[in-house]
T-cell receptor, first 115, second 114 residues
Framework: GAVVSQHPSRVICKSGTSVKIECRSL??????MFWYRQFPKKSLMLMAT?????????EQGVEKDKFLINHASLTLSTLTVTSAHPEDSSFYIC???????????FGSGTRLTVV | AQSVTQLDSQVPVFEEAPVELRCNYSSSVSVYLFWYVQYPNQGLQLLLK??????LVESINGFEAEFNKSQTSFHLRKPSVHISDTAEYFC????????????FGQGTRLTINP
């Protein structure tokens, strides 16, 4: 079946630094990738949708300059949290969908802690 | 725009008892419907989905859900739960056309007690 690999699974960074999270589709071409943020005991909030080779579409209220999304190839999308602050601490999850597919495959998530 | 409401934030049940997790959605267009399960500090795993055809869909681990268009519901049921079913369950919808992004409900924490 379709597999999405997300790294790192956990990261602790200092306030003011940037963190990059990678999401790779291992056995299919991900034409669309989605990035979610999940607060403790809360649902998943869609941050942005990215299509390979084009700019990401951000949801209302999500800062484009803070959460940089790159989808340069059909198997890799990255989310960079720039100038991270403690309030950015959260669980970030990516999801990928292939062309013509109706399913969404999720990565295992990244626990970001900003200290 | 779509929205999903999971009426119960927490559902505690005893092992081997039946359970129903409720999900209602709102959409002006046709949608696909999904149930996902999330174990602690992990991503989401697809339990089952409704795309078209039979309104009753089943998973390999005994869960089933029925799409009810008139009531805009997609409730998840299992006749006999196990300790290992303890997890967070999310109902989600996506447009059949367009951006097809998944919109999630608030989640239901299912706790199985021995």
């Amino acid at each position: 079946g379709a597999v999405v690999s997300q790294h790192p699974s956990r990261v602790i960074c200092k306030s003011g630094t940037s963190v990059k999270i990678e999401c790779r589709s291992l056995d299919f071409q991900a034409t669309t990738m989605f990035w979610y943020r999940q607060f403790p005991k809360k649902s998943l909030m869609l941050m942005a949708t990215s299509n390979e080779g084009s700019k990401a579409t951000y949801e209302q209220g999500v800062e484009k300059d803070k959460f940089l999304i790159n989808h340069a190839s059909l198997t890799l999308s990255t989310l960079t949290v720039t100038s991270a602050h403690p309030e950015d601490s959260s669980f970030y999850i990516c999801s990928a969908r292939g062309e013509g597919l109706t399913g969404y495959t999720f990565g295992s998530g990244t626990r970001l802690t900003v200290v | 725009a779509q929205s999903v409401t999971q009426l119960d934030s927490q559902v505690p049940v005893f092992e081997e008892a039946p359970v129903e997790l409720r999900c209602n959605y709102s959409s002006s267009v046709s949608v696909y419907l999904f149930w996902y399960v999330q174990y602690p500090n992990q991503g989401l795993q697809l339990l089952l989905k409704y795309l078209s055809g039979s309104t009753l869909v089943e998973s390999i681990n005994g869960f089933e859900a029925e799409f009810n268009k008139s009531q805009t519901s997609f409730h998840l049921r299992k006749p006999s739960v196990h300790i290992s079913d303890t997890a967070e369950y999310f109902c989600a919808v996506s447009e059949i056309q367009g951006a097809q992004k998944l919109v999630f409900g608030q989640g239901t924490r299912l706790t199985i007690n021995p």
